[in-house]
Nanobody
C-alpha cells in the first residue's frame, strides 16, 4: 500500500485545515487508515483512524470533537482529516498510516504502511 498525504500549511489558532491521504497499490477494504503526528522534540502520537467502511472510528482524546476523519464519497481510496478549532499545540508533521485491521482503534498500536509527512503549523 502506498500512501500520499497532502494539505498541510499554516493557519492561525481557531482556524481549519483539511488533510488528504490517497491510498493506492492494494484493495484497502480490509484496512484501517488514519493519521499520526509528530511535534518538534516529541514522539509520534496517534490522532485518528477509521475503517474503509466507516464501521469503526477512533480519535485521540486531544482531538475528539475538533477533528473528523472521513472518506471521499466520489474519488477512490482518499481519506480526509478535517481539523477545526486548531490550537498551537496541534502544530506537527502529520503522517498518514494504514494497518490491515478492521478495528480502527488498533491503528494506534502501529501501522503496516506509512505515508510521507505533511507539516501543519498553527500560529497563536
Amino acid at each position: 500500500v502506498q500512501l500520499q498525504a497532502s494539505g498541510g500549511g499554516t493557519v492561525q489558532a481557531g482556524g481549519s485545515l483539511r488533510l488528504s491521504c490517497a491510498a493506492s497499490g492494494r484493495t484497502i477494504s480490509n484496512y484501517s487508515v488514519g493519521w499520526f503526528r509528530q511535534a518538534p522534540g516529541k514522539e509520534r502520537e496517534f490522532v485518528a483512524a477509521r475503517t474503509w467502511s466507516g464501521y469503526s472510528l477512533y480519535y485521540a482524546d486531544s482531538v475528539n470533537g475538533r477533528f473528523t476523519i472521513s472518506k471521499d464519497d466520489n474519488a477512490k481510496n482518499i481519506i480526509y482529516l478535517q481539523m477545526n478549532s486548531l490550537k498551537p499545540e496541534d502544530t506537527a508533521v502529520y503522517f498518514c498510516a494504514a494497518r490491515e485491521d478492521l478495528i480502527a482503534a488498533r491503528l494506534r498500536w502501529g501501522a503496516d504502511y506509512w505515508g510521507q509527512g505533511t507539516l501543519v503549523t498553527v500560529s497563536s
